[in-house]
């Protein structure tokens, strides 16, 4: 019945700790829904035993069996006796049915944010395969990634004012996996790591997977220096994760003189930072872009991660490392442990896009600019209590909704056709649930569509309405 398991320590070390709030089983059964809702407890996954997951957290065994006994009434938990519990999502509704045998074509998912592939994809591939035979006659692995690429990388550091040799450019199978080899080269169980609130969702799994301790630093409101210089200081940070360049989930922009402050308290502090750029090529507005945080770095503490996957497409898998040529070896041998090389054809298709990357990016940028006046215009008409800004570059609104649980938002969308996160996934210890991420890369009329339902999920989660059949 179950694909997986998952034990005490892990889950808790998922939900953050115990949850805050009053009756204390409701607060965990709505930790663990948000879980299950946002995918990081993948479902059919089996639980830990009552008893052991109230001694990971320190609660009662009462309290976990209450919290239980709450998801199984509302179908996030199945159980049979003897063979222990497991996740699940409520009978029809459209994730349910995506997971099992059929799909669901009436789903809209909110979750995913990334645009498909742009146009002349079919001509990079066809180019990338008529090279492909000249790689063949080697073993197919290159542990730093292809030269071609490395060099393409290195030159678009170069032209954006950082100066960067092949060398120093390490090619990964995606972002997510170049964040692990940096985890697992720099944090050990209890490290200290200054993460930013809201930040992205998967992030702060790796971290929470190495044992680290967060240490968040708000960011809704833009970057304080003073703030986050205080936060590495009292907490004697190992590392620093940021999204300076349209940050994943508030499309906000760091100014260059705010990242010189943080680069040189970290230089005093004595904290590396990673500095993820997967959105940096996604202005939507004309506005002036800052140099790299690398640009300010004069003792290699910088450490850049990049990735084909939002400004070319996800299915490429494809990213890199910027760091010092000493970093680079130590990652290619953390590497080892993890796989052996990226896909050589993925490799040359994403080398090709380089060659072409301002075009790429222009055409980005318009389709982007279209699709957030869309959505802006819906959320306004449809659901004008809640509050946003709207963000010069990135694929989302980040949106607060007055007096909502986007948690219940999450879970009453799933009914309306809608798979959306709930804003605590992007925080550290469960904070954040008064917000939800809303991208913009969904079709014009899909877009239209996905709000209608979010106003009608929302009305009902805040019990303006009663509840209505499930989506068909």
């Known amino acids: 019945m179950t694909s997986r398991t998952i034990n005490a320590t892990g889950l808790a070390r998922l939900l953050g700790g115990a949850p805050e709030g009053r009756p204390l089983y409701a607060a965990l059964a709505r930790s663990l829904r948000g879980l299950v809702l946002d995918g990081r407890l993948p479902l059919r996954t089996r639980l ?55 799909e669901d074509r009436t789903l809209i998912d909110l979750a995913r944010v990334a645009p498909s592939a742009p146009r002349g994809f079919e001509d990079d591939v066809a180019a990338a395969a008529a090279e492909l035979p000249r790689y063949a006659g080697g073993p197919g692995y290159e542990p730093l990634g292809l030269w071609t690429l490395r060099e393409a990388v290195a030159a678009r550091y170069t032209a954006r004012g950082v100066p960067t040799l092949p060398e120093q450019i390490l090619v990964t199978t995606g972002a997510q996996h170049g964040l692990c080899l940096v985890v697992q080269a720099f944090v050990r169980p209890g490290d200290p790591v200054l993460v930013e609130s809201p930040t992205y969702p998967h992030a702060l799994d790796a971290l929470r997977r190495a044992g680290a301790r967060l240490v968040p630093t708000g960011v809704n409101a833009g970057w304080d220096p003073e703030l986050i210089t205080s936060g590495l200081r009292q907490s004697a940070a190992r590392l620093a994760y940021l999204i300076p360049d349209f940050q994943n989930p508030t499309g906000l922009l760091m100014d260059d003189e705010v990242r010189a402050a943080l680069v040189a308290a970290a230089r005093v502090t004595g904290t590396y930072v990673i500095t993820d750029e997967t959105f940096t090529e996604l202005a939507v507005d004309d506005v002036a872009r800052p140099r790299p945080l690398a640009a300010h770095d004069t003792d290699g503490r910088v450490i850049s991660i990049g990735s ?165």
């Open 308 to 472: 084909a996957s939002k400004v070319m497409w996800g299915g490429l898998r494809i990213g890199w490392i910027r760091a010092t040529q000493a970093l680079v070896r130590r990652l290619v041998e953390a590497r080892e442990s993890v796989d052996l090389a990226s896909p050589v054809l993925e490799q040359l298709i994403v080398t090709g896009l380089l060659g072409r990357m301002d075009a790429v990016a222009d055409e980005r940028r318009a389709m982007l600019r279209e699709r957030r006046a869309v959505l802006v215009d819906a959320l306004r008409r449809e659901c004008p209590d809640w509050e946003f800004s709207v963000p010069p570059g990135g694929l989302s609104l980040w949106v607060r909704l007055p007096g909502t649980s986007s948690t219940a938002l999450a879970a009453t969308a799933a009914r309306y056709g809608l798979h959306v996160v709930p804003g605590t996934a992007f925080g550290v210890d469960g904070v954040l649930d008064d917000h939800v991420r809303v991208p913009y890369v969904l079709p014009p009329e899909v877009l239209r569509d996905a709000v209608s339902r979010l106003a009608a999920a929302c009305r009902e989660a805040a019990g303006a309405q009663p509840p209505r059949p499930a989506f068909v």
């Open 48 to 102: 830990p035993a009552e008893r052991d997951l109230a001694a990971a957290l320190g609660l009662s065994r009462t309290t976990v069996t209450s919290a239980y006994d709450a998801l199984r009434a509302e179908g996030y938990v199945e159980s049979r006796q003897g063979a222990g519990s497991w996740t699940a999502l409520p009978a029809g509704s459209p994730g349910a049915a995506r997971h099992g045998h059929t």
